[in-house]
Each structure stands twice: as C-alpha cells, then as structure tokens.
DNA sequence: CAGAGCGGTGTTAGCGGTAACATTAGAGCA
DNA sequence: TGCTCTAATGTTACCGCTAACACCGCTCTG
C-alpha cells in the first residue's frame, strides 16, 4: 500500500475502494498516524490558516469579535492565528499582517478602530484575501480589489439612540464623544450632529471623552452644571455612560427624571446600572461570523460585498419624556 | 552564491563573510524575497508558533490573559494560534489540543476554569510544553511531568476581600458565588468560608449566582430580604456586584451605611459604580505574560514551576465600618 | 474479440528550506 | 616551497506530503 493511497483516504479523496480505505483507516488508528501539516502546506500552499490583527483588543467590542470570528472559523474548518496591535500604530499592523502573509495564511481579517489601522490594512490589501473590519470614512471607493470591508452601522446605532430621545419629546440632546481618532467615535458623533440637524434642532452640547469610566464621570460632571441643563444626553460609549450616571447621581440629577441618557454597546453589567442603561446593542460575535463568511467567500474565489449590520435599540429605564 | 548562504544569512550563521551577507541582504531586499515557513517548519520540525485553548472567552478574565500571553508571545518571537472554547466541554479542548500538536505548534497554554477543562489539558499534556492556566484543586502532585500550572491566587483574593470586612469590624459577611462548576468560584467561596472561620465567626448567608448581573440582581433581592440584615456581602464577581448594588438601591438598602459590599475583577466600569466598588483586582495581561515566560521556558529546555500571582484589593467607597 | 474507456492503485517529482558533509582557497608553519 | 589547518562556500540528501502521470485489469462497445 502506497503512501499516495494513504493521503487519498485522509483526504477523502473518491476514488478508493471501500475496502482499502477500511483497511487504511483501521491502520491510521492502530499506528497513531498523523499527518504533518508543515509538509502539507508546502506541497500545497494551503493552510487552513486564517490571520486575525484586531487593533486594541483590550475593548470590550473588538475582543467579542475576534471570539465570533475564531467560533465561525473554526466551524468552517479554518483556525486562527492572532496578533493585536496597538490602536496608534500602522507599523504594527503592517508588520503583522506581513507576517501572516509569510506564514501563509489563507486569508487575513483585520479588525481596525482607527484610520491609520484601515490605512495600513489597506496598503498590505491585495496579494491575499482581506476582510476589514471598520466603518472607514470612505467605503468600497477606496479599498483595494479583493478587499472587503465590514463592521456593524454607527451611523445607524446613534441614529436610533438619538431618534429615540427626539420621539420622547426631547429637544436637546447632549453628546459626550469617545476619542477624536476612533472611527467609531467619528461615526457615532457625526451620525448624533446629522439627526439633530435634519429634526431642525440646535446641536447640543458636545463634551470630549475617551471611552473610560473616568472620563464619562469628567463629563457627566460638567453636564450637570450646563445652564440650562439638556434633557437627554447620547453618550458615545457605556463604560463612559456609568461614569455620567454617577456624576449626575452625585450632583442630584435625576435620571430619567431631569435627564434621559443612552449608552452604546450594551456592554456587560448596564443592564444593572442604576438606572439600568437605555443602549444600542451590537451584536459583535455575529460581526464576526459575517466577517468569517465573507473572508472564506474570497478565498474560494466567489465575488464577495461589504456589508453593514444593523444593531438594535435596547429601551431600559434610563430615558424617559422630558417632564 | 548558493541557497544555502542566504539560508545562513537569514538565520545570522556566524560563518558568512561580512561582504558576501551584504551582498545577499541587498539581494533579498531587491527581490522581496520571503522565506517559506512551512518548508522551514518541516526541515525543522520547529514552528514558532504557540497554541493557546482558551476556556470561555466571553469572560472579562479569561479574554484579558489572551491578550497578555499574545502579546508577551510576540515579544519573544512567537506567533500564536488560538482556539475558543465551551466551559463544559472536555471534548472540545481535547480536540483543540490535539489539533494544535498536529500543526505543530511549539508549545501550548490552556487558560481553564472549570475541573472538566483542566483535566482534558492534563491528559493531552505530557508530548509538548505545555502550561496551564487554572486554579485546580490539587496543584502539581497531579500535574504530569513538562505540565505547569499557574493562575493568579484566587485563595488570596477572597481573603483579601474578607479580611478587609474583618477589618472593618464586621461580624456577619454574606458571599455570593459564581457557577458551582468554576473553580474561582469554588476557590473564592472556600477561601471565604475559611477567613470567617479562622475569626471564629459564623458563616455568614450563602447565595448562588452564575456571574451574570442579573443573577447577582436576584441574589441582591434575596439579601434585601434577611432578617437580620449581614452587615457585609462579598460578590464573587464584579458584575453580579452591579446587580447586587441595584437591588440593594431599590429595596432602599444603602450601601454602605447598611451594608458594605466587596466585588472581585476590577472590571472596566466599576469604579463609577453608585458607589465606586471596592473590589479585588487581578491582573490578567501580567498572568498571561508570566504564562509565556514559564512556557518558553519548558520550550528551551529549562525547568519550570507553577506559581501564583497575588491579586491586589482596590478599595473605594462600597465599604465602611459597620454602624 | 480487439480496442477504448475507466476506476483503482503505484510511481515519480517536486514544494522550499536546513543539516551534514564536501570542497575550495588562503593563512600559518616547518 | 610544500604541507596542514581553517574559514567560507557549495553539494547533497532529506523533512512528509500531494499533483500529475503511469500503469493495470476490468467492463463495455463495435
């Protein structure tokens, strides 16, 4: 028996007689063969490897991406190799993604917050498969051929926020930002100024953060001393948003009762902030997942698109008609 | 000049005259030549490559250790496969284990938190390095040889917790636990249940969460509820302490003049609880680097032993002494 | 009944590196 | 000057697998 007969069986190749491959089988079993995936990927320049950059994964988000994409991926037979990256470096991100590309990755996903990320990402695009994950600014337009690029809508996530505090009846609606070079900060403050503009309301406040709790506190401490005080304000992050909830709480602003506000992520435990946190939830594990199916499309040479998911409003008791 | 000097020249073979290394570096740079590493790898048998099972990665901890060992492993020149799965199933990390010495990997580290997944590790152990990430029960005796454990010390964290309620003069400290199955759960819970002991108090009251907050919400409403009141609760994890200092708030139990509360994580946000949270933290991006280091460690040769990292309490303004 | 066609299997030649050994040229020494 | 010795480079033989082709014996067809 040849070791070619051997490699058809494993390889579930047809052509092989029931009988053979029985015998094959029972003798892999008894030997405890296994097949050397180095000597594989060199005869066949595959490896069932997929390269993952995420960029800042110490987020809550893009760390619940990567566990979508590596469930998805090894679902569909792949598995995954990981590298994360500081948000600031594009070098980092370059060199990473070379790296997979000399690996011998089938494909890499890059899971990106900020522009310089998407710009190195973009740059390295095109030798292999790529799948991004962001909300660039400029989509489709600009990305290399073979270059997909994904995420969940901001836009559409503060829109939701924002549209549910104007159907209250609220008619100032403050903004606390996550930071200025964060794409999805960018969105979610852009998308806040365009519903307000297009209600033919004045743009609220707009007060700088950083996503962390501390800078929220900061910021909820200057809101409640506005003169006079929104009636709601759209908070660009929840981590940030329990920090305002205790700044108000401590400065004796009632929420919903003087002021409405909504969060963003639906990270773990807002449910049980006080007041449980009105948000936007993302479904960042099915991100992943679409991000996988798109990856292995190119990969098989299908034609694959952008896309974005649409995330979903989730009312608690943190908004309410202004009084 | 034959393959073999660039061969030298890429891996800093000291015997290549200085001109002929040049000659060849410049040649590689002008045509972007790349090195394949699976023809290295099979040459080899050496792969660069670590595998990492991690253990229920929708956690803060565990997902927060991934990170620390990614990075700590690309510092030292490794890259690093991973591998996501369920708390319940041995199968499932047998399976990625196996996987992982099939490819080929270096070494592996198994991030575990229940008593199914750390003895799944320890049968696949033994062929590779391999380090183990987990409060088991029964430490090192049991740990086949090339097998190391490590984890930061939940025992000590609990005790931490405790000690500081002690400290404050309070007599009757509930706990709330995490799932029956984890074993920091079960770790805290001893600990706990020996600090009281060793003070010569009675046990105090015993509700079972499952680290979600609204499971620390339903315990919270339970607690509301005794009579007498304990003066202090510790929480098994910080996001059951938001459900428990929520429920505490409704029922008009005040925290902390009526009862002090102590959580355990540190996670993102609590420090603007209502109040801030005074809690345990560990530090998870550090358990992964010393993780690496004692995995490389057994890679090269070198002896290796299991250790335990001391978490820190973080006190802030849910405890007070009693009234 | 010869030849084509085909399913099942074996043979051969790489994939792109590295280890080990072979070779060469120049330095050092008697 | 001839010899040994050594540092720098070249040659060869794999690492373990798969693609491509060769081969064999059978069935089917004219």
Redesign the pocket.
Known sequence: ?????V?RV??GH????PA?RQRVQSAIEQLGYR??YA??A???SRTDVLGVVVVSTNLYGPSRTLLGIEQAAREAGYWVSVASVDADSGTQTETAISHFMDQGVDGVAVVAQTAVAVRAAARMSGSRPMVLVASAPVRSSQAAAGLVEIDIDQWLGAELAVQHLLELGHRSVAHITGPAKDLHSQARTNSWRRVLAEAGLPEGPLLAGDWSGESGYQAGRELAQLEPLPTAVFVGNDTMAQGVLRALWEAGVSVPGDISVVGFDDSPGVDQAIPPLTTVRQDHVALGAACLERLIALIEGRPAEGFLLSPNLVVRASTLRPA
């Open positions: 028996m040849s070791h070619q007969t490699s494993i390889n047809p052509s092989v007689l053979t097949r050397n000597a594989r060199l005869a066949t």
